[in-house]
């Protein structure tokens, strides 16, 4: 067997990983002021933070071209693959993944398994990470897709934005728009629910917020099984990042956490500052 692995540009990588020779990553195209950029290749985070304080019109994002999705697909298997395990963002945000079930026949001579990740950023790019490490040591198919769901399954992912604005009107916040009318002067803590964003609970101000974060995150390190995985993610946010990580750090001083940025596609609706907290099993 030899096998590939696809995924899309809002996975969060070191650069490393993205030079690896068996990963392939599609970018997703976001249209700022009418001007498209592909992710990954035409603009990265801090650029686009800098363009979107600027901006005159709301941005979007678009999902990939299905064509080019399938043209790679056919480019891998010329290229001597067999299977390729296809790692995109959650259903509950994009309709790619879905997309992908219609094509994956289309391609001869190469099996092609489209995983929905249920989630997007780091703990997306976690998943990559670990499809690749056991590829490289032979595993099966059967055993990638396994340690796939066991990272997935034992998500939790909680995080706070300045504006419910941008998510609810890209479509991506369950009621998104009776929650923005409701939520004036209050903090809500927001969670991804069975791959969707969803309130988790309203706070009255930002300091609270952290706080109850804070207090969720310990209770999943109390009663997860270690080891364990945490990252910080944040949307030209560094400071608040950084200032977080020092407090959990000093409460569970076994705990190493992890700092990450969301890209362009995810800044494009959960909006700058936005500050996530992922936990999984590794």
Known sequence: ??????????AFLPEEIKNHPDLYIIPIPVILDGKLYNEGIDIESDE???????????????QPSLGETLELYEKLGKQGY?????IHLSSGISGFIENLYGIT??????????????ITSTPMGHMVIEALRLAEDGASVETIIQKLDFIRDS???????????????G???????????????IKPVLRFEEGKIVLFEKIRSSKKAFARIEDVIGQHIETME??????????????????EKAKIEAKYPEISIEIAHFGPVVGTHLGEKAVGFTISKI
């Open 1 to 10: 067997m030899k096998l590939a692995i696809v995924t899309d540009s809002t």
């Open 155 to 169: 998500l939790h992912v909680y995080f706070i934005v300045e504006d419910l604005n941008n998510l609810a009107r």
């Open 226 to 243: 270690a080891p364990l995985k945490l990252t910080i993610i944040h949307g030209n946010n560094l400071a608040v990042a950084l200032q």
């Open 171 to 185: 479509g991506r916040l369950t009621n998104g728009a009776a929650l923005v009318a409701g939520l004036l002067k």
């Open 82 to 86: 067999d299977t390729i395990i296809s």
């Open 105 to 118: 026949d289309s391609i001869n001579g190469v099996k092609v398994i489209p995983y929905d990740s249920k």
């Open 48 to 62: 686009y933070y800098e363009l979107l304080k600027n901006s005159k019109e709301f941005p979007t994002t678009s």
